[in-house]
């Protein structure tokens, strides 16, 4: 038996949902993170900071009794955001990032950016507070193809942004290209990146070859191979530039299973057992901490975690649940496709 004892992790990018799923999600979640970086695309979104307040409080009871688990809320970013309201938001702690989303490139963000000269006022004040803006980085344009997304957006709008406001601290969210890695690497400093458990695990062959299957379908879309071994390649390295972000995205079956199926993979529950066996084939378990449980708060300006979590290596792979209940119905769990021998201990 082998077992690996590491800080407890984060998730640095996390959808926690409302109602009846923040339910069923918030503690599949704490039964392994200790603290997750909450997305705002409720609907509404959560704009303002007496939103994200309130959606702090409904996060606190939807979690198990006695549990630990700190949300870290962030502000959806319009193009009507108040300044002065994130300012007060982010001194009081009660946010620890603003997201931008550019108008619809994926699930909830009608209410996001078009035009960014609309925010710039609101970027320099970020810079002046030291408040990050986490992005989802894909051009929302039909006339570009969905698997391009990614490396235009760096081009014609993260490149610019970055370069008009030097000081503005970015993590790029969920990179699934070689060029993102690319990007993130090319920068000294204020420039992160989170990566996803199952953008490590899939490619596109993985949804689309031998019949299509909703549940690997999440944006940004997963790329091909080579890119799969980019982001593989940048999680095991312990460069403190890339950390977990699941973008754990729970969305009902009859929606997933649809003539039009939403995006998102449902990983909460085991990314951590998943990651452990990825950096196990990777010879690089020595730096799971690092991605997991280290760079993460060390980019955000926060401390690391006081707790512990051990991953323990079982002769016989684990099975996990086909699919958790909510009220809504069920959601399915994503499916490595390969056996996963770890287990996850929270101490
Ligand atoms: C997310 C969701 O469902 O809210 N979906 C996804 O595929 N990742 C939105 C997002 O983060 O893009
Ligand atoms: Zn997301």
Redesign the pocket.
């Known amino acids: 038996m082998e077992r690996l004892e590491i800080i407890s992790p984060d998730d640095w990018h996390l ?1 926690l949902r409302d109602g009846a799923m923040l339910k069923a999600v918030a503690p599949v979640s704490a039964a392994h993170f200790s603290r997750a970086i909450v ?1 705002p ?1 409720l609907v509404p979104p959560v704009v303002t900071g007496d939103d994200a307040r309130r959606y702090r409080e409904r996060v606190l009871a939807a979690l198990p009794e006695g549990s630990t688990f700190e949300p870290l809320m962030t502000l959806y970013l319009t193009e009507d955001s108040d300044p002065d309201d994130i300012e007060t938001a982010a001194k009081s702690g009660l946010i620890k990032a603003v997201k931008l989303y550019p108008a619809g490139a ?3 963000s009608q209410s996001g950016v078009q035009n960014f000269d609309k925010v710039r006022g609101i970027f320099e004040r970020m810079a002046e507070i030291g408040l990050p803006l986490c992005i ?1 980085g894909e051009i929302a344009d039909n006339d570009i193809d969905i698997f391009d997304r990614e490396a235009e957006f760096i081009e014609h709008v993260l490149d610019p942004v970055r370069q008009t406001n030097p000081e503005l601290r970015i993590i790029m969210e ?1 990179v699934t290209t070689s060029q993102g890695i690319d990007y993130v690497k090319s920068a000294e400093t204020g420039l992160a990146a989170t990566l996803t458990t199952h953008h490590l695990v899939i490619n596109r062959n993985h949804i689309l070859a031998g019949g299509i299957r909703p549940h690997y379908y ?2 940004p879309i997963a790329k091909r191979e080579s890119h799969r071994l980019a982001l593989r390649a940048a999680a095991t390295s312990g460069d403190p530039r890339f950390f977990l972000g699941t ?1 754990s ?1 729970p ?1 009902i079956d009859t929606a997933k299973q649809s003539s039009c199926g ?3 993979c449902f990983t909460a529950l085991n990314s951590m057992n998943i990651l452990a066996q990825v950096f196990e084939e990777e010879q690089a378990l020595d730096n799971l901490e690092a991605f997991t449980s280290l760079n993460g708060p060390q980019f955000y300006r926060l401390p690391a975690n006081q707790t512990r979590l051990s991953l323990v290596k079982q002769k016989e792979p684990v099975g996990f649940p086909t699919n958790i209940p909510t009220d809504g119905g069920p959601v399915t769990v994503f499916d490595p496709g390969f056996p996963v021998f770890w287990t996850v201990e929270a101490t």
């Open positions: 959808h997305m695309n994926t699930t909830n989802h969920h999440c944006l973008d995205a969305h939403c995006a998102g």
